[in-house]
C-alpha cells in the first residue's frame, strides 16, 4: 500500500479501520483537554472500559455473600480463573489444559525453571539473549546459583554482531549447536523489549529441541502483540505478563503455557500448592497431592480474583477482535508510522535510525541522532506518551485496539515542532 503524507489521507485510513471502534473502549489520559498519544501500551496497556464492572462485581459479590462468594457468586471465585484459559489459549496457540493465570511474571519463570531447568551430567548450560530483560537476568543468575552454579559457567548469551542492532536467527541456531548436548535450557524473550525484534520462535524451539533441551520463552512483549504457536511449536513452556498489550492493569497476574506432555504427571519435580490439587479432592484437606491434569497444577494459592476479573474484562475484547484481525491492523499502523517518520526525516536535521528489524510486531525503536532526553520532554509535554532508553532510543508501540492513523500523523507533527523549536 502507498501512503501520503497528509492529515485527510491519516483520517481516511481511519475511516476503513474495522478496529477504529475499539477506541471507545478505552479510556485515555487526558492532555488540555484531548486523549494522548498512546505509545506505551508495551509497558502499560490502556484500561478497558469494561474492566470496571468485572471488578464492582468482585467487590459487590463479596460485600454481599462474603465468603460464600467463593461457590455462589455469578462468577464463582474457586474457579474464577479457569475462565481465562479458553480465550488465552487462543491468543498464545495452545490447547485450553496447556494454559493457566497465576502469580506474576518473574515467579512465574521461577516455578517453570523448576520443573524445565534440571541440570545433569554435563548438561547445564542455559542460552539467553545478551541484555536480556533485567528481571529474566536475575532471575537466571539466581537459579544458576540455586543449583551450586556460577552464573558465569552455565549462562550463554547470544550476542548481536558488532554495529548491528538485531540478533540473526542463524547466530542463535549456530550457538544451540555449539553448545549442544551441554545445553538444559533455551529461555529467551519471544519479543525483545528494546529493538522490538520478534525472534524465530518455531526454528529456535525446534533447534534446541534437537539437541536435547527443554525450550520455555517470556512473552511479556509477545503476548496479545504477534501471532504465537507454542503448542504447533513444541515450546515446553512459558510465560508472560498480562498488563502490557494485553491491557489487564498495573502488576496484574500472569500467565503461562505447559506443553500438554507434561501434564497430568505426578513425579515431575514442580513446586506445589493446594491450588493445583484436584478440585474434587481439595477440600477433603488430604496430604497427598494429586496434580489437575492441565497447567492448573502448576498453580499454588487460590488466585487474587480482582486481578483476575480485568484480565478476564480484556480477554473478552481481544476475543471479540481476534489475533488475526488485530495483527492485520498492527502491520499496517506500524508500516504507516515508520512512512511518517521517513517523511519527517526528510524535513529536519536530525535522523532517526529505526534499530527494529523486519521482524517485528507493535514496536518501532528509533534512535534519534542529533537529539536528546529535551526532545523527549518535550514530546511528554505535548501529549504524546512514549518512553525513553538511553541513550537516546525512543520506543514507539501503537497498540491496534486504541491507537489510530491520525495518532501517527499528529505524533509526527509534534515531532517535527518539537525538533525544529530547539
Ligand atoms: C515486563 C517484563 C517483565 C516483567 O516482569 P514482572 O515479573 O511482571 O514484573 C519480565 N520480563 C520481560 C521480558 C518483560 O518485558
Redesign the pocket.
Known sequence: MSFHHSLEFAQQLDAQDPLAKYREEFHYPQHNGKDVIYFTGN?LGLQPKRSQKFVDDVMKDWKEMAVEGHFYAEKPWWDYHERLAEGLSKIVGAKKEEVSVMN????N?HLLMVSFYRPTGKRIKILCEEK??P??QYMLQSQARYHGFNPEDVIEEVKKRDGEHFWRTEDILDKINEVGEELALVLM?GVN?YNGQVLDMEAITKAGKEVGAKVGW?L??GVGNVKLNLHDWGADFAAW?S??YMNSGP?NA?GIYVNESYLGQKDIPRFEGWWGTKKETRFLMQPEFDPIDTADAWQLSNPPILSVAPYLASLELFDEVGMDALVQKQKSIVAFLEFVLKEIDKEVDSTFEIITPEERGCQLSVFLHGEGRPLFDYLMKNGVITDWREPNVIRLAPAPLYCSYTDMYNFGQILKEGILSK
Open positions: 509497558s506474576t511474571l518473574t515467579v519463570l536480556a530483560f528481571s529474566d524473550g523489549y517470556d511479556a512483549h505478563c498488563y502490557k502488576g500472569s
